[in-house]
């Protein structure tokens, strides 16, 4: 399918849709909230743009600036720090986030901040993950609507019925999934420590089996790499199952010699194609190790953006497949969450218990010095996928 090179691509190669939320939209957004570029807003922002520099034009700067000004102020007063994912937007990860990166550093940052305030610029889980490790802080997600298709893949109710088909087998759940889902589960892990706590979870178990749910391609992609089985549930990310082995050829044969790096939710015939694998922060890592001349990162979009900042002499090739609930997150909607303190996330204390539980076992594992490679190649493994 050639989607990827379908995407409208400027001179240079590179896709066109929309690096930042939007600078219409946003100069919109700062004049309706009575906010402008003065003088002040000026100096305060100055240092930030160097930051951004590389996605937003010098033109567009005053349409952001004034909402940056004014967020970095609510926070200030209301003690507040932004968790921001990599999948934000640039003028949102690196203008406004207090912490950045993927589920395992933000929940870890979640776990640790003295704020008072956390504003979850990221999806659904990931606020109730911050809530479920800080119970005392008020949690905030500036869109109630930012959901994910894997956390909307099973329920609590799923989880009860697998364990009573299998009884006695560990559950290690991905954390992307809701609050109930980790109440019901063992263990959790990140795509940065899955086999790590997959193997784990056997060994603690005395078993050859484990039930991971519920991403079906993340399972299929672990099983690949350990000894132990795997019961798998039919979850996927609508982001990276997009992604195929023709779009690598095209890619390929579009700009000889890219490197080519997938995210594991991407399908195990993706990584066979992959010059490497791994999760966000391993793909980060690798760009800023390898400094490749030409790279392509199979994952949501404004994730090279992000990785780009760091990188100045690689080229990024963009196939832009964007997260819509990521991106549901924009610098109005986290000014309004701070300005009122609304959409505040609340989960259940016999839940939050029960699912820190699972949060705690994972976060309790040895640290691993780096997050885990995904060896590209690998004979697909036996999985059962319910
Ligand atoms: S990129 Fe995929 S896994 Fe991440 S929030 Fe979006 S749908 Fe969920």
């Given at each position: 399918m050639a989607r990827i090179i379908d995407a409208p691509l400027a001179d240079t190669g590179v896709c066109e849709k929309p690096r930042t939320s939007g600078q219409w939209g946003a100069l919109d957004a700062a004049t309706r909230r009575g906010l402008a570029f003065t003088q002040a807003v000026k100096e305060e922002t100055d240092h930030l743009y160097e930051l951004v520099e590389h996605v937003i034009p010098p033109v567009e700067w005053p349409a952001y600036a004034p909402l940056i000004a004014a967020i970095?102020?609510?926070?200030?007063?209301?003690?507040?720090?932004?968790?921001?994912?990599?999948?934000?937007?640039?003028?949102?990860?690196?203008?406004?986030?207090?912490?950045?990166?993927?589920?395992?550093?933000?929940?870890?940052?979640?776990?640790?901040?003295?704020?008072?305030?956390?504003?979850?610029?990221?999806?659904?889980?990931?606020?109730?993950?911050?809530?479920?490790?800080s119970p005392d802080k008020t949690v905030l997600i500036p869109d109630m609507r930012a959901g994910c298709s894997l956390a909307a893949s099973i329920t609590g109710a799923d989880v009860r019925l697998i364990k009573q088909k299998y009884p006695g087998l560990p559950v290690v759940t991905y954390v992307n999934t809701s609050a109930d889902v980790k109440a019901e589960s063992d263990v959790t892990c990140?795509?940065?420590?899955?086999?790590?706590?997959?193997?784990?979870?056997?060994?603690?178990?005395?078993?050859?089996?484990?039930?991971?749910?519920?991403?079906?391609?993340?399972?299929?992609?672990?099983?690949?790499?350990?000894?132990?089985?795997?019961?798998?549930?039919?979850?996927?990310?609508?982001?990276?199952?997009?992604?195929?082995?023709?779009?690598?050829?095209?890619?390929?044969?579009?700009?000889?010699?890219?490197?080519?790096?997938?995210?594991?939710?991407?399908?195990?015939?993706?990584?066979?194609?992959?010059?490497?694998?791994?999760?966000?922060?391993?793909?980060?890592?690798?760009?800023?190790?390898?400094?490749?001349?030409?790279?392509?990162?199979?994952?949501?979009?404004?994730?090279?953006?992000?990785?780009?900042?760091?990188?100045?002499?690689?080229?990024?090739?963009?196939?832009?497949?964007l997260c819509p609930h990521m991106k549901r997150i924009t610098l109005e909607a986290i000014y309004d969450a701070l300005a009122n303190m609304q959409h505040e996330v609340l989960v259940p204390e016999d839940v939050r218990v029960r699912a820190k539980k699972a949060i705690d076992a994972m976060l309790a594992l040895p640290r691993t010095s780096a997050p885990l490679d995904f060896e590209v190649g690998r004979a697909l493994a036996d999985v059962t996928v319910l």
């Amino acid at each position: 399918m050639a989607r990827i090179i379908d995407a409208p691509l400027a001179d240079t190669g590179v896709c066109e849709k929309p690096r930042t939320s939007g600078q219409w939209g946003a100069l919109d957004a700062a004049t309706r909230r009575g906010l402008a570029f003065t003088q002040a807003v000026k100096e305060e922002t100055d240092h930030l743009y160097e930051l951004v520099e590389h996605v937003i034009p010098p033109v567009e700067w005053p349409a952001y600036a004034p909402l940056i000004a004014a967020i970095n102020r609510l926070k200030r007063q209301k003690n507040a720090v932004i968790l921001a994912h990599n999948y934000m937007t640039s003028e949102i990860f690196f203008c406004v986030g207090d912490f950045r990166g993927d589920s395992l550093q933000l929940a870890r940052e979640a776990a640790n901040t003295p704020a008072k305030v956390i504003v979850q610029a990221g999806v659904h889980f990931m606020a109730e993950t911050s809530k479920i490790l800080s119970p005392d802080k008020t949690v905030l997600i500036p869109d109630m609507r930012a959901g994910c298709s894997l956390a909307a893949s099973i329920t609590g109710a799923d989880v009860r019925l697998i364990k009573q088909k299998y009884p006695g087998l560990p559950v290690v759940t991905y954390v992307n999934t809701s609050a109930d889902v980790k109440a019901e589960s063992d263990v959790t892990c990140t795509s940065s420590n899955a086999v790590q706590v997959v193997e784990w979870a056997a060994k603690t178990w005395g078993v050859d089996r484990v039930i991971m749910l519920p991403d079906e391609f993340l399972a299929k992609n672990v099983a690949a790499m350990t000894d132990i089985k795997i019961i798998a549930w039919h979850g996927r990310c609508e982001v990276h199952e997009r992604f195929s082995a023709e779009d690598i050829a095209e890619l390929r044969a579009a700009h000889p010699g890219v490197i080519v790096l997938a995210h594991p939710e991407c399908p195990p015939e993706v990584l066979a194609a992959s010059d490497y694998a791994g999760s966000t922060a391993a793909l980060a890592n690798y760009v800023g190790k390898h400094n490749p001349k030409k790279v392509v990162l199979l994952t949501e979009c404004s994730m090279s953006d992000n990785v780009a900042q760091a990188a100045p002499m690689t080229d990024f090739v963009r196939p832009c497949n964007l997260c819509p609930h990521m991106k549901r997150i924009t610098l109005e909607a986290i000014y309004d969450a701070l300005a009122n303190m609304q959409h505040e996330v609340l989960v259940p204390e016999d839940v939050r218990v029960r699912a820190k539980k699972a949060i705690d076992a994972m976060l309790a594992l040895p640290r691993t010095s780096a997050p885990l490679d995904f060896e590209v190649g690998r004979a697909l493994a036996d999985v059962t996928v319910l």
